[in-house]
């Protein structure tokens, strides 16, 4: 398979998936055949990329070109590479979960619930793939709005005005901010090409620079800085499946790979660094890590928790990328995966939670991990990574992070991170208490006090595999590590 192919192949096997899903609906076991069938195509795909490109391959395609020197252009680096990966893989493992979910809730518009899902996919590779700026605007884009009609999923009023605010915010920060920042990008570097060491070293001063990031860093809203972080607790209306590929497979990871991407290869962190253009950042992330934290302490809703504690793990990775030295942007790809797999188990235990026991509050989760272990165990393994404790997956990429800023004697983030690190053991291992430790009420009207109380097995094995390779990167992260320092141009 020539490069060209192979590149192009990445974007339409989930196309074609999509295609085939919306006939198929009539048939609901050929329907989720299909998707099954293409994530696990996607899937090899996206592994002999990434294998290809730790061998030195930088394979790109231009596939229009709209002006001279302005092109829709694909190319693969080694940050794209993970993004890749792990949106690929975690959609097989969220097909199974949605098939267990959706049936066993009998929810309604399942085609449509696949088809957009699909969508996702397609577009969170698209965003993978671009070679430069626009190419990743227009993905982002598109990923925005395939995404609405999963967030008003359940038609209800409160669905749709949940939806609105999450498209508004969306399209508002994209539109106002991160499109300005492509134009005055264009017009001062002529181009929007990625390229290592940045784009824009040398060709505007410290003010500029600031002002620039500043577009970008707002304009970029699915990484969830505040104050633009309502859109991502309003979303939660929408199923468990969905809240998992909002928060860990494909929306939130566009966002901060976005960001990834603008601070190595538009900026250059070396013209960061001798510009001091970056130094505010690190303190908004702070305030948001921190702020969100408190707020998910207060949260008695499971799910309203949870997304409160993404919008705080996301700034983790726009704090490490903004630290500006190579240990730290290793940190923040690292945390990329770390969060995915290990935000993605912890909402495919709420969902199971809701399915077996139709429970939605904490206050309602006292001695359920006796009857539901194997959901619980893994609820445990993803809040461990969430506080970044061994033998979890985050304790790798905090580790990272934590390093970076004690040797940059960078003691805002040190703070940050110890008592962000605090604050999430102080809303994570209540639950874990309550769960296996307390006595569950006695309620005589309660039916899922019997002894088989898990999800559906299907369920079960999706939060299992989940909260197995939270477990799996951390003894095992060699291939990420050695990706990671490719972006970071220590390889």
């Not at 601070?263 to 950042?281: E, K, M, R």
Request: glycine fraction near 8%.
């Amino acid at each position: 398979m020539t490069e060209d192919v192979q590149l192009l192949s990445l974007l339409l096997t989930p196309l074609a998936g999509l295609v085939l899903l919306s006939l198929a609906g009539r048939w609901p076991n050929v329907r989720e055949s299909i998707t099954l069938l293409t994530a696990l195509i996607l899937f090899s795909e996206s592994l002999q990329l990434a294998s290809d490109v730790l061998g030195g391959a930088r394979p790109g395609l231009t596939l229009i070109e709209m002006l001279p020197g302005l092109t829709l252009r694909l190319a693969v680096e080694p940050l794209g590479a993970v993004f890749s990966v792990i949106s690929s893989g975690l959609w097989i493992i969220s097909t199974l979960y949605s098939i267990g979910y959706m049936r066993g809730n009998k929810e309604k518009k399942q085609t449509r619930f696949y088809v957009c899902f699909a969508g996702a996919i397609f577009a969170a590779q698209g965003i993978a793939l671009a070679g430069n700026m626009l190419t990743l605007f227009l993905f982002y884009e598109a990923m925005t709005l395939i995404t609405y009609p999963l967030v008003t999923h359940h038609g209800t009023d409160h669905a749709r005005n949940s939806a609105r605010t999450y498209l508004g915010v969306l399209l508002g920060t994209s539109i106002a901010f991160l499109l300005s920042g492509l134009l005055a990008t264009w017009v001062i570097a002529g181009t929007l090409d990625f390229r290592q060491g940045g784009i824009l070293a040398g060709q505007i001063g410290a003010a500029g620079t600031a002002l620039l990031l500043a577009l970008y860093m707002f304009g970029i809203g699915k990484a969830a800085l505040m104050p633009f972080h309502r859109w991502l607790p309003a979303a939660m209306v929408a199923p468990t499946p969905v809240s998992a590929l909002l928060h860990a497979v494909a929306v939130v990871k566009a966002g901060v790979f976005t960001i990834v991407k603008v601070v190595v290869y538009i900026f250059g962190t070396d013209n960061l660094i001798a510009l001091g253009s970056a130094d505010w950042v690190p303190v908004i992330a702070g305030f948001t890590i921190i702020s969100a934290s408190i707020v998910a302490l207060r949260a008695d809703n499971l799910k309203r928790r949870l997304a409160y504690s993404t919008v705080s793990q996301l700034s983790y990775v726009t704090l490490a990328a903004t630290l500006l030295a190579p240990i730290s942007i290793v940190g923040a790809v690292l945390h990329i995966a770390a969060h995915a797999l290990g935000k993605i188990t912890l909402f495919f235990a709420a969902g199971s939670i809701y399915t077996a026991a139709h429970k939605t509050e904490v206050s309602q989760l006292d001695g359920i991990g006796r009857r539901m272990p194997w959901t619980m165990t893994a609820f445990a393994i993803g809040a461990l990574s969430m506080i970044g404790l061994p033998p979890a997956a985050g304790f790798v990429s905090k580790w990272y992070v934590l390093s970076a800023a004690m040797s940059l004697e960078h003691w805002w983030a040190v703070c940050v991170l110890v008592i962000s690190t605090l604050l999430n053991a102080g809303y994570f291992l209540p639950i874990v208490w309550r769960a296996f430790f307390r006595e569950p009420p006695a309620d005589p009207d309660d039916h899922h006090h019997d002894s088989h109380g898990e999800a559906p097995a299907i369920m079960v094995l999706a939060q299992t595999a989940t909260a197995a390779l939270t477990v799996g990167l951390f003894f095992y992260h060699e291939p990420v590590l050695r990706l990671a320092r490719a972006v970071a141009g220590a390889f």
